[in-house]
């Protein structure tokens, strides 16, 4: 089927294509809402406040940011893949997309936990790191040390505060400052009700 025929079948009879671009133009419109409203640029970034723009991520913003973690990574550091860019942005689109999905629909759990290919990502960021920084400070890793890192336990598995803390869920860190989100609603509606006063 060549290119024409098939832009000719999917055009639609001469008497609908009012009514189809009014319905493309509503969900044109409600994807460009939808991607203001959730301040989905912000995710193409590094910056770890941008992890707070989900409420339920207050306390792992809050704990990373007592962690000796918050001075040399960010949350992509460990959380994304570093093997190339387009695997990284792939992997943080998915990944988002399944956390959008989570918290829209009210799935989110009171404790969050990885699943299995964050866990993956992790395994292998943490290693890279720590295998970077021992390098740069002399360190070598012993006969010993290879044994009780090379058996199959996930890094956390042993250092269990870092770098969140022992204590997970929702209200674990009641009281922590985290930055806020800003508002979604525009400048000019927000003064309406300041206006007319």
């Given at each position: 089927?060549?290119?024409?025929?098939?832009?000719?079948?999917?055009?639609?009879?001469?008497?609908?294509?009012?009514?189809?671009?009014?319905?493309?133009?509503?969900?044109?419109?409600?994807?460009?809402?939808?991607?203001?409203?959730?301040?989905?640029?912000?995710?193409?970034?590094d910056?770890?406040?941008?992890?707070?723009?989900?409420?339920?991520?207050?306390?792992?913003?809050?704990?990373?940011?007592?962690?000796?973690?918050?001075?040399?990574?960010?949350?992509?550091?460990?959380?994304?893949?570093?093997?190339?860019?387009?695997?990284?942005?792939?992997?943080?689109?998915?990944?988002?997309?399944?956390?959008?999905?989570?918290?829209?629909?009210?799935m989110?759990?009171q404790?969050?936990?990885?699943?299995?290919?964050?866990?993956?990502?992790?395994?292998?960021?943490?290693?890279?790191?720590?295998?970077?920084?021992?390098?740069?400070?002399g360190?070598?890793?012993?006969?010993?040390?290879?044994?009780?890192?090379?058996?199959?336990?996930?890094?956390?598995?042993?250092h269990?505060?870092?770098p969140?803390?022992?204590?997970?869920?929702?209200?674990?860190t009641?009281?922590?400052?985290v930055?806020?989100?800003?508002?979604?609603?525009?400048?000019?509606?927000?003064?309406?009700?300041?206006n007319?006063?």
């Open positions: 089927m060549g290119i024409n025929k098939l832009l000719n079948y999917l055009k639609p009879p001469s008497n609908w294509i009012f009514y189809v671009n009014i319905l493309i133009a509503f969900f044109v419109g409600i994807f460009i809402y939808a991607f203001y409203v959730s301040n989905a640029a912000s995710y193409l970034s910056k770890p406040e941008t992890c707070v723009n989900c409420h339920v991520m207050r306390p792992e913003f809050a704990t990373w940011q007592h962690s000796s973690h918050r001075e040399v990574a960010t949350c992509n550091d460990c959380h994304v893949p570093h093997n190339n860019v387009l695997n990284k942005y792939y992997f943080k689109a998915k990944d988002g997309l399944r956390h959008a999905t989570m918290f829209t629909l009210r989110e759990p404790v969050i936990k990885m699943h299995e290919a964050g866990q993956e990502v992790v395994q292998e960021n943490c290693k890279g790191c720590h295998q970077r920084v021992n390098q740069n400070v360190l070598q890793h012993v006969t010993l040390e290879d044994k009780l890192h090379n058996n199959g336990k996930l890094c956390w598995d042993c269990r505060e870092v969140h803390g022992r204590v997970k869920g929702l209200n674990s009641p009281n922590s400052k930055p806020l989100p800003g508002s979604p609603v525009p400048e000019f509606i927000r003064n309406l009700n300041t007319n006063k």
